[in-house]
């Protein structure tokens, strides 16, 4: 069975930093591209990024919301996901979902399975 | 790319019959996908590239659609289906979701 398993959220500060991980189970993990997808409270949801395979070179694409400021990564020896957040404002509170992608073909490019989601709350 | 869904909102009877639509802003192909979310919970994938339905979702749902319209169908509704629906295109970077259509009991 797959599982994805969120955690590192919490309250931080405007203008601080936070790291999400997301440990992966049940599944080949370096196999999959794997993306973040975030929810604001109330609203829809939101593509954060990507982060591609290792046969991909491990490339990257983020939504222009979090580009310079988001980095994700991925550790394929520990199944884990990460997302490091700098720069945070009020407009990055939402519930953050770690995501398999289906496939790397173009045809494969939606999410197949997802975390119980992590809440970052970004508060003075 | 863009994606609308209309109706934002939608209230029906346990037996109906409902149709969700998703428009985009330009053609994606059959590259659409549709989730379903219920309160606190995570989306589920219900259906893939625009009619391919998951493994393990009940038969009542469907889709079709290519280009720039596509639609979600439930052909007769069960307790379990009032939730939030979303649209995903996956054509092309960033990867979109439509703003989700709440589906309540009437």
């Known amino acids: 069975e797959v599982q994805l398993v969120e955690s590192g959220g919490g309250l931080v500060q405007p203008g601080g930093s936070l790291r999400l991980s997301c440990a992966a189970s049940?599944?080949?993990?370096?196999?999959?591209?794997m993306d973040w997808v975030r929810q604001a409270p109330g609203k829809g949801l939101e593509w954060v990024g990507r982060?591609?395979?290792?046969?991909?070179?491990?490339?990257?694409e983020y939504a222009a919301s979090v580009k310079g400021r988001f980095t994700i990564s991925r550790d394929d020896s520990k199944n884990s996901l990460y997302l490091q957040m700098n720069s945070l404002t009020s407009e990055d509170t939402a519930v953050y979902y770690c995501?398999?992608?289906?496939?790397?073909?173009?045809?494969?490019?939606?999410?197949?399975?997802w975390g119980q989601g992590t809440l970052v709350t970004v508060s003075s | 790319t863009q994606l609308t869904q209309s109706p934002s909102f939608l209230s029906a009877s346990v037996g109906d019959r409902v149709t969700i639509t998703c428009r985009a802003s330009?053609?994606?192909?059959?590259?659409l996908a549709w989730y379903q979310q219920k309160p606190g919970k995570a989306p589920n994938l219900l259906i893939y590239?625009?009619?391919t339905l998951q493994s393990g979702v009940p038969s009542r749902f469907s889709g079709s659609g290519s280009g720039t319209e596509f639609t979600l169908t439930i052909s007769s509704l069960q307790p379990e289906d009032f939730a939030t629906y979303y649209c995903?295109?996956?054509?092309?970077?960033?990867?979109?979701f439509g703003q989700g259509t709440r589906l309540e009991i009437k």
């Open positions: 995501t398999r992608v289906r496939s790397s073909d173009w045809n494969g490019n939606f999410f197949d399975s």
């Open positions: 049940g599944f080949t993990f370096s196999d999959h591209y």
């Open positions: 982060t591609r395979k290792k046969v991909n070179s491990y490339t990257t």
């Open positions: 330009q053609g994606i192909s059959s590259y």
């Open positions: 590239a625009a009619s």
């Open positions: 995903q295109q996956f054509d092309s970077y960033p990867i979109t």
